[in-house]
Structure formats: C-alpha cells, structure tokens
C-alpha cells in the first residue's frame, strides 16, 4: 500500500525567513506528485505538479518553488515568507497521468506566518 | 476557464435527517467529478468520482449522478450522521494535460445529535 508523509507536521514561521516543506511517497514508483494550498477554511488551490524526477510545472505564482530531487520526493520551498503565505500545505499522488485518475492527498502541513 | 460551484458555506442538520448538497461545473471538456470529504485538521479524502453520464455512484452511504445536460454532480446521503460533520469539496479534472483539479469553494456539512 502507498503512504504518503509530509514535513513539518507544523510551522511558525517569521515573514521574511525561508521555508521548505517536504513530501515523500512509499509503495508507489514514478509517481505524479501535486503540492496544494488551503487557506483557512477555504478551497484548494494547485500550485505544482511533477510527472518524473527533476520536472516540475508550476500552475500558480505565489512566490514559492518546488523541486522534486528524487523519485519519490517533492519538496516545496521559498526564500523568503509573506504573511499570504499561511495555511495549509498538501501533497497529493496520484498513479497514471491523465484527467481520469484520482489525487489522494497526504496529512498536510500547516503554516503559520507572523 | 474550468468553474464549480457548491453550496454555499454551511448546512446544518439533525442526525438522522437526508442531506444534498449542490455541485453545478463548467467545462468545455468531457468532465470527470470528484467529491472530496475533509474532517477537521486532516487531509482530504476521495469520497466519490464519475465521469459517466447518468450514473449513480455510492460510497459510504453517499451517492451522486453525473448529470451532463445539467453539469450537475450533486452529493447526497439519506440518513446523516454525527460523523459526516466535515468540509465537503466538489472538483472537476478537465483533459487540459495535467491532471488539474479545480476545486469548488466547499460546503461545511455540520450535524447535530
């Protein structure tokens, strides 16, 4: 069975400071890997995807980056953290690409940014 | 560009009572309709997904039609429980290329005893 891990479990964090969150998948080879924000009770919203090791395509701008070192890790990061920034950061997986296959998402991180 | 829209914020029920909340999409791609369920400070998890015109799908006492001639995919249950209280997320993944999940604004489903 694939698992899916993320880190930090949480975060506070200083605006200005960098971030990196990091997600890792088990039980699943090349893998279509997706990093997700949720504000606050609110809709998620795409921000990258990566179909193999070293690709990673961007759908929304939000002064982040992401890279994808490894098969089976994804890791999302900044320089330097805006209070727009806060929230809840999801990493999702799923098996075949293609509009028809379903994204299952892992436990989340939640930021904080003061 | 690919839309959903859901209930608006919060429906509130009493345990036992029938629930449906409205999913309605726009899409100029042949639409494939996940809903998602996310309780409190956890991840969201599949509940149901379609793409066949006219189907009802169930999982876990909840079912949906896919209605195109509508594009409609609403949620329902018969009998809510106190554990079905969570953010309920409609989305449509489109053919644009890569699998993009265009989530709705999501409907807190709250039930009391």
């Known amino acids: 069975a694939q698992t899916i891990h993320q880190w930090p479990v949480a975060e506070i964090k200083a605006v200005g400071s960098p971030l990196s969150l990091g997600c890792t998948i088990k039980g699943k080879s090349s893998p279509n890997l997706y990093w997700y924000w949720q504000a606050t009770g609110g809709t998620l919203q795409q921000l990258f995807y990566?179909?193999?090791?070293?690709?990673v395509e961007s759908v929304v701008q939000l002064n982040l980056s992401a890279s994808r070192p490894k098969d089976d890790q994804f890791i999302l990061s900044t320089e330097k953290l805006l209070l727009s920034h806060s929230g809840f950061y999801l990493c999702?997986?799923?098996?075949?690409?293609?509009?028809?296959?379903?994204?299952?998402f892992g436990p989340g991180t939640r930021l904080l940014v003061l | 560009g690919d839309s959903v829209t859901q209930t608006e914020g919060l429906v509130t029920l009493t345990k036992g009572l029938p629930v449906m909340l409205n999913c309605t999409y726009q899409?100029?791609?042949?639409?494939?309709l996940f809903w998602y369920v996310q309780h409190l400070n956890e991840a969201p998890k599949l509940l149901l997904k379609?793409?066949?015109?006219?189907k009802r799908t169930e999982h876990q006492g909840f079912y949906a039609t896919l209605h195109k001639s509508s594009s409609s995919f609403h949620l329902q249950k018969s009998s809510v429980q106190l554990s079905d209280s969570a953010l309920y997320f409609c989305a449509l993944s489109d053919r644009s290329g890569y699998n993009k999940l265009t989530f709705g604004k999501g409907t807190v489903l709250l039930v009391s005893p």
């Open positions: 990566s179909i193999t090791v070293g690709q």
């Open positions: 899409t100029t791609y042949s639409p494939f």
């Open positions: 999702a997986w799923s098996q075949d690409w293609g509009n028809q296959d379903t994204q299952y």
């Open positions: 379609s793409s066949t015109d006219n």
